[in-house]
């Protein structure tokens, strides 16, 4: 059973330019969560989607940040207009139901985007 | 407002010492969990916690979550260079957006041979 995949594993973008995250789940899980790790900081949560849906984009910024989760495919975080803040590793992760905290429903981490713009 | 605090932020010790690191809060937190990330690479699950007091065991890990639910510790025994890595602590709450992890800063250990 495969584990989170992500790709790509590096992205390096010129400020100006569009970056685009991809995220496919685990088998059977259809919920995912988007964390950024920014250099010195712990992981901070940005979205939350189901198929289709975005349940909770509470922690992503309001512009140039989107995310979605298609029937088919995998999930996509797109940043448009990339500015050297945006640098950061960049994880999804996914669970079977939404309750990642829980025991035997905990989330599954990728291994991360490094996203570096210059 | 860092939520979850951990320390110490960096351990540097011989292979075969124990150790203890922590993570703490002034919430209350539904369920704890630790995850061990290793460079370029995303975090690994090692345990979760949910009832205060809890003590978990995973072979030279020993996980330990408050009564209040507010901290939790991990002890590792007879640290192998192996165990080298950065421990993070994320914690969950109750209530309608318990879907959201709170992530500390983490403790980066490394065991010297």
């Known amino acids: 059973n495969a584990g989170v995949m992500q790709n790509p594993r590096h992205l390096v973008r010129r400020r100006g330019q569009e970056a685009r995250l991809r995220c496919s789940p685990m088998?059977?899980?259809?919920?995912v969560y988007w964390y950024r790790q920014l250099p010195e900081e712990g992981l901070k949560f940005m979205v939350y989607?189901?198929?289709?849906?975005?349940?909770?984009e509470s922690g992503m910024p309001k512009e140039r940040f989107s995310a979605e989760f298609p029937k088919e495919g995998p999930s996509i975080l797109r940043i448009q207009q990339v500015v050297r803040g945006d640098s950061a590793a960049y994880f999804c992760a996914s669970s079977p139901i939404g309750q990642p905290g829980q025991e035997n429903t905990e989330a599954f981490f990728g291994q991360g985007t490094r996203l570096t713009v210059v | 407002t860092q939520l979850l605090e951990q320390s110490p932020q960096f351990l540097s010790i011989q292979e075969g010492e124990n150790l203890t690191v922590y993570c703490n809060s002034s919430?209350?937190?539904?369920?704890l969990q630790w995850y061990r990330q290793e460079p370029g690479e995303g975090p690994v699950l090692l345990v979760t916690v949910v009832t205060g007091g809890e003590v978990k065991k995973l072979k030279r890990l020993t996980f330990q979550f408050g009564d209040a639910r507010k901290d939790s510790s991990l002890h590792i025994t007879a640290a192998q260079t192996g165990d080298t890595g950065l421990y993070l602590c994320a914690g969950a709450r109750s209530g309608g957006s318990n879907y959201k992890l709170t992530f500390g800063k983490g403790t980066l250990l490394t065991v010297n041979p």
């Open positions: 989607l189901q198929k289709e849906n975005i349940i909770d």
């Open positions: 088998k059977g899980h259809s919920h």
């Open positions: 919430s209350v937190f539904s369920s």
